[in-house]
């Protein structure tokens, strides 16, 4: 295996692991034995050497002196951070002897993990972990934060996770970004569209903020939170009724074409209008441009699906390019994700077989706070890796509510000492993506990317793949499938996959050629892994899941009767809430702003810089005025999720966010949820 690790300098190719859509190829700078520099590399055929400032001062978290060094237990009350250093044999034995007695007394299911992708690389994120939970008959957990609402509503359409080639959008003529803040999280969609431009394309965003990537549009649609699917059924209307719509592809491609034709005549203008606060001459001439002009892209971000409508919402959006046959140009089309083509062996690598059938019970990762108080059996013990909920998962008080439980033995496994490792009983060091060997899909481009371990392991940290292999070992598990070695680990997901598209690709071809790209054809002329084996507009899978088989509105649920709808999204300089304690990423984003209309600002006297408290009966935050015309009137928008400060500053977003599940794939709905507000501090004097 090559290894860079015996290597003092020089500089090596490598692949951010970051939860972005983009996955650079990168080269990382070596000197005695340290990352000196990270920067992007010029080979990487999509990405081409440019990457985010986050990951251009990566080497400053790398080297922090807050790094977890060695793992610790608990000294002081849970949530107050007091531990002391204990060696890796006493953190195996404390997890192994507790977990054994829970499992004797309460079964497995009183274990759960919870984990996220803050490491994309698979075998970390959904590799040794899931063969040792599937072993040990622990809960399962539902990782539906991020985009399930709106996958579940694309793969109604489309079957699966496949969409337009990025590659290929430099030959649209209209790029619509819709609900996404590309500027920010998928900047080299950004950098291809602006190519697009250069040849004559319109960029159109449609966005309840006008924030970094409404600013580039040539078009901004401001429209109200959770009303897309309306929008898009308005733009079917005037689609239908002034004929843009061209029915050979309908004819050909699709089902439910005429159910739908009539289904959308109740989506006349002046009704959506009322709806989606876009006036009825926009919405004409936003029809009117996507009939005419070809080819059109539809990037649909992940925003628009955080909302209880939100698989709704990207299954309707995602109707839209077949109305005109964009699937049959270059460039056009549609792209939520694009993870099918990339699929690797999931079952090779994580072995569900060894659940053997166990009917074991599964929580949603939306309702940990819930879970942790009142799920029955209760939850014993959690042990989290790869994410931060006590900042990240909606209902936050209730989540560290939960974790305040004196008998919940939790175990966290970090890089740092994150909010929700201060709860911990247990704190384990990890080490970071470019000490480890791992496998990397992008969910955008078409890419797999192999990172090999250039630098040694910090202090005493392991890898999430050497974790669960320690934890096997110490329950006696089976050493040929948990002692697997990382590259033998790609090999069985990779080498041998069923999925056609990756078929030549081999850890050989990884290792030779660093970005290896999926055998990826057009869509159209083809066949789609939908029933019927088109793009279903009418779909019987849906009606079977007792959905409405065809597109529709549906408003969001009223919960409250407080006067704003509560949009906090992620900001530019941290990844989710990873940086958000970092020196440098902190000094690029400043503070928390809350962004208002000036009406609104006006009718409860808030002027730029003043304190303002936002609050419901879930829980408050304090953030800083800036209004302006960047929202709707009756919305609130926030950036970033940021971390506990020492101060006591309550930045917490997440504390006033519902843990509602959407309408489709049990998603987050972090957007639909309803808040006041009030002015409590002047804005200090300039
Ligand atoms: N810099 C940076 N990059 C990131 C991340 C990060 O934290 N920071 N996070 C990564 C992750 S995990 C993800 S999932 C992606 C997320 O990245 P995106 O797909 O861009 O999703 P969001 O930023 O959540 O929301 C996108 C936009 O949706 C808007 N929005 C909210 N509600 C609605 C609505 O009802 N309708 C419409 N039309 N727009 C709406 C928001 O104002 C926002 O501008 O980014 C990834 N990249
Ligand atoms: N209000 C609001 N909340 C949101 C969102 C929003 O837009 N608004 N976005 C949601 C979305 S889309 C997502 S995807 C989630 C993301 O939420 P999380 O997945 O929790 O993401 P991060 O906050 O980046 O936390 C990742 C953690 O993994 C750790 N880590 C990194 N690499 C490794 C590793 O190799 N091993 C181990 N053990 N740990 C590692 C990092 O240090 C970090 O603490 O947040 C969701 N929460
Ligand atoms: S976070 Fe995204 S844009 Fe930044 S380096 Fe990583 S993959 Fe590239
Ligand atoms: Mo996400």
């Known amino acids: 295996m090559k290894s860079y690790i015996d290597q003092k300098d020089g500089i090596v190719k490598s692949v951010c692991s970051l939860d972005c859509p983009d996955q650079c190829g990168l080269l990382i700078h070596k000197e005695n034995g340290r990352i000196s520099k990270i920067e992007g590399d010029p080979d990487h055929p999509v990405t081409r050497g440019s990457i985010c400032n986050k990951v251009r001062h990566m080497g400053e978290r790398l080297y922090d002196p807050k790094r977890l060094v060695y793992p610790m237990k608990r000294t002081g009350k849970k949530g107050e951070g007091q531990f002391e250093r204990i060696s890796w044999e006493e953190a195996v034995h404390l997890i192994h002897s507790r977990w054994k007695s829970l499992i004797e007394e309460e079964g497995p299911e009183s274990i759960l993990p919870y984990s996220f992708y803050g490491n994309m690389g698979l075998l970390n994120a959904e590799g040794m972990d899931r063969r040792f939970f599937h072993q040990l008959g622990a809960s399962r957990l539902d990782r539906a934060i991020c985009n399930a609402a709106g996958s579940a509503g694309y793969n109604y359409t489309m079957g699966g996770s496949f969409g337009t080639d990025p590659e290929d959008t430099i030959h649209s003529k209209l790029i619509i970004l819709w609900g996404i803040n590309a500027v920010s999280t998928n900047m080299h969609q950004m950098t291809l569209a602006l190519k697009a431009r250069k040849n004559g394309a319109k960029i159109v965003v449609i966005d309840v903020h006008n924030n970094q990537t409404g600013r580039m549009a040539d078009w901004f649609i401001p429209i109200l939170p959770g009303t897309d699917s309306a929008l898009a059924l308005g733009m079917m209307h005037i689609l239908f009724e ?76 995602a109707c839209l390019p077949a109305l005109t046959g964009q699937w049959l140009h270059k460039g056009g089309g549609a792209l939520k994700g694009n993870s099918g083509f990339l699929q690797h062996d999931e079952a090779a690598l994580t072995r569900p077989d060894l659940l053997q059938n166990k009917q074991t019970r599964t929580i949603n990762m939306n309702e940990i706070g819930r879970s942790l108080l009142e799920q029955d059996p209760p939850i014993r013990s959690l042990f989290v890796y790869g994410s931060n909920p006590a900042i990240v998962a909606p209902e936050g008080n209730k989540v560290r509510k939960g974790l305040l439980r004196d008998d919940l033995f939790t175990v966290v496994h970090d890089l740092f000492l994150t909010e929700t490792a201060a709860y911990a009983d247990l704190v384990l060091p990890a080490s970071s993506s470019f000490e480890n060997m791992d496998f990397y899909t992008s969910y955008w481009h078409h890419y797999m990317q192999l990172q090999v371990p250039v630098v040694e392991k910090y202090g005493e940290s392991k890898s999430n793949v050497e974790v669960f292999r320690l934890l096997a070992k110490a329950f006696d598990m089976d050493p040929e499938i948990f002692g697997a070695e990382e590259e033998e680990l790609i090999r069985q ?175 987050a709905v972090f957007f639909s949820g309803r808040v006041n507000a009030e002015r409590v501090g002047k804005a200090a004097e300039k």
């Open 493 to 667: 997901a990779v080498d041998d996959s069923p999925n056609p598209y990756i078929k030549e690709i081999t850890f050989e071809r990884l290792l030779r050629e660093h970005y290896v790209r999926a055998a990826v054809k057009p869509l159209f002329p083809g066949k789609l892994p939908t029933p019927s084996g088109k793009i279903e507009l009418y779909s019987e899978q849906m009606a079977e899941a007792g959905l409405p088989p065809l597109p529709v509105y549906t408003p969001l649920v009223e919960d409250d009767s407080y006067p704003f709808l509560f949009v906090p999204g992620p900001n530019h300089s941290f990844m989710n809430s990873t940086f958000s304690s970092s020196e440098k990423h902190l000094r690029l984003e400043k503070s928390p702003k809350l962004y208002l209309n000036e009406a609104d600002a006006e009718r409860l006297s808030i002027s730029n810089g003043d304190s303002v408290r936002v609050w419901n009966d879930r829980g408050e935050c304090e953030l800083a005025a800036a209004p302006g015309p960047n929202v709707l009137p009756g919305v609130l928008v926030t950036q970033g999720l940021w971390a506990d400060t020492p101060s006591g500053a309550k930045f917490h977003v997440n504390a006033l966010t519902p843990d509602r599940l959407a309408d489709m794939g049990g998603g």
């Open 242 to 317: 002034k004929k843009f719509t061209v029915p050979e592809f309908l004819e050909s491609w699709t089902t439910g074409h005429e159910e739908l034709r009539k289904h959308v005549r109740q989506y006349d203008p002046d009704t959506v209008s009322a709806i989606t606060g876009v006036p009825r001459e926009d919405l004409y001439q936003l029809a009117r441009m996507y009939g005419e002009i070809s080819p059109s892209f539809i990037r649909i971000g992940n925003g628009l699906q955080h909302h209880d409508n939100g698989g709704m919402a990207v299954r309707t959006i």
